[in-house]
Nanobody, 111 residues
Framework: QVQLVESGGGLVQAGGSLRLSCAAS????????MAWFRQAPGKQREWVAS???????NYADSVKGRFTLSRDNAKNTVYLQMNSLKPEDTAVYYC?????WGQGIQVTVSS
């Protein structure tokens, strides 16, 4: 069984940066593809970005050029670097690997 734990969220002013981490543990030998989603209050959960096992990445248009994915295979951790944050980035962010979801972490961007 795989567990995912997010960290690194918090409160930041518009224009600031945060780095989210998603650490995988349990029955895992290496990180396969991993994706980040977010859910703002009153809205549906939306896809943000994906990191594929071969290293390719893909981003939603709303975050392209501002968010960057990276991985540390030794730590079974994927990072989401978020720069130039906007108030509309405020949401609970979730990582997902295969069918497993993390518990979510709050990101709040003040104007």
């Amino acid at each position: 069984q795989v567990q995912l734990v997010e960290s690194g969220g918090g409160l930041v002013q518009a224009g600031g940066s945060l780095r989210l981490s998603c650490a995988a543990s349990g029955s895992i030998s290496s990180i396969s593809s991993m994706a980040w989603f977010r859910q703002a209050p009153g809205k549906q959960r939306e896809w943000v970005a994906s990191l594929y096992s071969g290293g390719d990445t893909n981003y939603a248009d709303s975050v392209k050029g501002r968010f960057t994915l990276s991985r540390d295979n030794a730590k079974n951790t994927v990072y989401l670097q978020m720069n130039s944050l906007k108030p509309e980035d405020t949401a609970v962010y979730y990582c997902r690997m295969s069918l497993t979801w993390g518990q979510g972490i709050q990101v709040t961007v003040s104007s």
